[in-house]
């Protein structure tokens, strides 16, 4: 006799459920009607039995790694490493100016490999070392890639990641040293995407891709649970958010609304999605019937997508709940860039900048209430891209070391 399972996927789409007794990616029906030049429709949600879950506590839900809100039958299956519980920094005044509100950054490039995507690799790594699957496929713009393989190297498991040829060195770097397979694709994201997908269904490989895989959103989902408990077992007012995708914002509001069928928590905050100008198409469509798709050209290569995976889903939560969509140019994102690491030694590669710059649009709009708690997803380091915010640095030319150069130097 089979187990009952913990959850059940229900299609945000058509609202069909499925058992998790074998590996399911993405709704039948739904993804049969898909088409390539509009964002697929089928994406999977992961439904808890939430009534019988009411009657933990969130400490006994914390003491166990939230595992009974998770698709994984045991903490133990995680990566030996530290994923999420990352620092949350109050912030009160930038540039010397009190904030009307409070600041929080939360500073996701402390994950193993400097980037959020490490929440939702690990839960797919954790499934996969469940079910026996050692070998794992996604594609990637950089960040999804170089954490998948430095998840597997931690698991002893097989990466393979495909990416855009213009994928920042930095990225390919970190995937080559953790000894994965790297396949640059003479193409976009969404042409690494489609061949991982082909690959998925030739090869047999495990697909890790953001939406494709309903497990990326309960990874990412994560970040909510420690939000709520490090601001005192409170929500905040606001969330800011980078959205390229989709998934991660999805993984936020997946997260609060977890919380919120829990009876934990009262309301979901406020979460604000921050795209670029260059590549706004979830921003764009939020108030279009039909989805009109523009080719993306950012510095934010994180979060540049022409076609959005987890469009409806994301969509479908901003309606639900809320939430705000916001776009911001380019010199925006490099601005916020300069002020968050000047003003609070934070580094943030651009498409965690968006986030922040997202906030100072908000700041300088006056749409911040006086006692308001505003956090703010950094989501990766600087370091991984440091060729975007080279045209802003610039470094000094070499002194002959001596008192009087100095002096001169300094003046």
């Not at 089928?42 to 809100?69: C, M, P, R, W």
């Not at 999804?144 to 698991?155: M, V, Y």
């Not at 396949?183 to 269904?201: H, Q, R």
């Not at 943030?348 to 709009?365: I, M, N, Q, S």
């Amino acid at each position: 006799m089979t187990d009952k399972p913990k959850f059940q996927y229900q299609c945000t789409d058509c609202g069909a459920t499925y058992n998790p007794f074998d590996v399911q990616y993405m709704c039948p029906s739904c993804n049969a009607k898909n088409t390539a030049d509009e964002p697929p429709k089928g994406v999977l949600k992961t439904i808890y039995d939430y009534n019988t879950l009411k009657k933990q506590s969130f400490e006994a839900l914390a003491k166990h790694g939230f595992i009974d809100i998770l698709p994984i039958k045991k903490t133990a299956s995680l990566p030996n490493l530290t994923i999420g519980q990352t620092p949350l920094y109050e912030i009160n005044n930038l540039d010397g100016e009190a904030l009307e509100g409070t600041l929080f950054l939360k500073d996701d490039a402390q994950n193993p490999t400097f980037s959020y995507k490490d929440r939702a690799s690990a839960v797919v790594s954790a499934y996969a070392k469940e079910n026996g699957i050692n070998t794992i496929v996604t594609a990637s713009t950089g960040n999804a890639g170089s954490s998948l393989a430095g998840i597997c190297a931690a698991q002893g498991q097989r990466g393979i990641i495909m990416v855009p040829a213009a994928a920042p060195a930095a990225k390919l770097t970190q995937i080559v040293m953790y000894g994965a397979t790297l396949i640059p694709v003479d193409g976009t994201y969404d042409d690494a995407f489609d061949l991982s997908i082909k690959a998925t269904e030739t090869l047999g490989w495990y697909n890790r891709n953001t939406a494709f895989n309903p497990l990326t959103i309960e990874g990412k989902k994560t970040v909510a649970f420690e939000l709520y408990e490090q601001l005192g077992r409170q929500t905040p007012d606001r969330v800011f958010v980078p959205v390229g995708d989709g998934v991660i914002i999805s993984g936020v509001f997946k997260g609060f609304e977890d919380l919120l069928k829990l009876d934990l928590i009262e309301k979901m905050p406020t979460i604000v999605a921050v795209q670029s100008t260059g590549s706004d198409n979830i921003a764009r469509n939020f108030t279009n019937d039909d989805f009109e798709v523009k080719q993306s050209q950012t510095i934010a290569d994180s979060i540049s997508v022409d076609i959005p995976r987890n469009y409806h889903m994301a969509k479908k939560f901003l309606k639900t709940y809320n939430g705000e969509v916001l776009a911001i140019e380019d010199q925006d994102i490099l601005e916020a860039s300069r002020k968050l690491a000047g003003n609070t030694g934070l580094f943030a590669e651009p498409a965690a900048a968006a986030a922040f710059g997202g906030f100072l649009h908000y700041k300088k709009h006056h749409k911040l209430e006086s006692e308001s708690k505003n956090v703010v997803l950094l989501t990766g380091s600087g370091l991984k891209d440091l060729k975007a915010v080279k045209e802003m640095v610039q470094i000094p030319e070499p002194i002959q070391p001596n008192i009087d150069n100095l002096k001169k130097y300094l003046s």
